[in-house]
């Protein structure tokens, strides 16, 4: 089969099924009260979003590792197994971090309150599961210990050091994609684009394995903003923002290219750096750098709608994206 044809079915049947589980899963969650608690801290026009349905991103889990398991098995015999593993390894990565988000969300749910696991009980989740796959690639020697950095066309030689500084990027852009997801379709239209970056890498290095989970990464994105564009219907919660994060780490992976993700996940990262700059400057300084934290937020109390927020969050997520197709080898 045509590379080409993976990525189009790959796209549309995850866009299909998101699209369509996601219609039937929002009146369920309404029947069950499973909505979102918003916390006073938050702008206060977010009140209104109350009791939204939240937790869509189980659709997440239930689409691309259906459409995945079965084009990968297809592919298997037009691609090395090695690549067929890497996509396997990566998926179970997402879905691991994804269990999280679950976790997560019931306990927020069962507190009736916005915090679930503590942040320490998180962390030592994503560090248990990042350090699993890492151990996974390593054993069935799908990475070595050095970084390439993009643009300068050189690797460095880490040796065990790469292994400490891969688990800070993986839980670092887990978190980092986890803080985007705070107003109506934005993690959902960056993480979209991202998807279509690493598509187009897939395509560049004939990476059958890859094209079919950067397809599905755009094709749930894109279903998913059926209902969860402004004004949202549903929210995808912990358990699919953690399920895009890991989802977004592991295909950098995939092309042995991992530090390309600080520059195509560079909302990602910006929302991250900005709750940390703001909790360091409270704790230094007791002033705030920021109106409110993550970054989307400020744009909000500064006047900007939400609409505007994603569409010129999407849009540097494009021209960071573009930028990052010349820094592959």
């Known amino acids: 089969m045509p590379t ?8 549309l049947s995850v866009f299909a099924l998101t699209a369509i589980s996601t219609r039937y899963l929002i009146p369920k969650l309404k029947s069950l009260k499973m909505g979102q608690k918003i916390l006073d801290i938050g702008p206060r026009w977010h009140k209104s979003k109350e009791n939204t349905p939240t937790m869509g991103g ?18 298997y015999k037009e691609t090395t197994l090695s690549s067929i593993l890497f996509m396997l390894f990566t998926l179970l990565y997402a879905i691991a971090n994804g269990v999280t988000g679950i976790i997560d969300d019931m306990v927020k749910f069962k507190k009736k309150q916005n915090e679930g696991l503590t942040k320490t009980q998180k962390l030592v989740l994503q560090i248990v599961f990042s350090g699993a796959y890492l151990a996974l690639l390593r054993i069935y020697e799908l990475i070595e210990t050095s970084f390439y950095l993009p643009f300068f066309n050189v690797y460095i030689e880490l040796g065990f050091a790469y292994y400490f500084f891969a ?3 993986c839980v670092g ?9 705070g107003i109506d379709g934005l993690l ?5 684009i991202i998807g279509a970056f690493f598509a187009y890498a897939a395509f560049r290095y004939d990476l059958i394995p890859s094209v079919i989970l950067s397809g599905a990464m755009s094709g749930v994105t894109l279903g998913f903003l059926v209902y969860n564009f402004y004004p949202a219907k549903i929210f995808m919660g912990d ?3 953690l399920f895009l994060g890991g989802l977004a780490v592991g295909s950098a992976f995939m092309i042995n290219n991992p530090l390309i993700i600080l520059l195509v996940g560079i909302i990602y990262l910006a929302e991250g750096v900005s709750v940390a700059l703001q909790i360091c400057s409270f704790k230094l300084t007791r002033k ?27 849009l540097i997520t494009l021209l960071s994206c573009i930028l990052a197709c010349f820094g592959l080898d």
Request: aromatic share 14%; hydrophobic share 55%; proline share 1%.
């Open 58 to 75: 189980i659709t997440f889990i239930f689409s691309v590792t259906l459409v995945c398991a079965v084009l990968g098995i297809i592919a």
């Open 4 to 11: 080409i044809l993976y990525y189009i079915i790959s796209l």
């Open 188 to 192: 959902s239209s960056v993480t979209m």
């Open 239 to 241: 358990t699919g923002s």
């Open 167 to 169: 688990m800070v990027l």
């Open 173 to 181: 852009m887990i978190n980092f994609a986890n803080f985007t997801d």
């Open 288 to 314: 705030r750098i920021f109106k409110m934290a993550p970054i989307h937020h400020h744009f909000e109390k500064c006047g900007w709608s939400e609409i505007k927020i994603v569409s010129v969050f999407s």
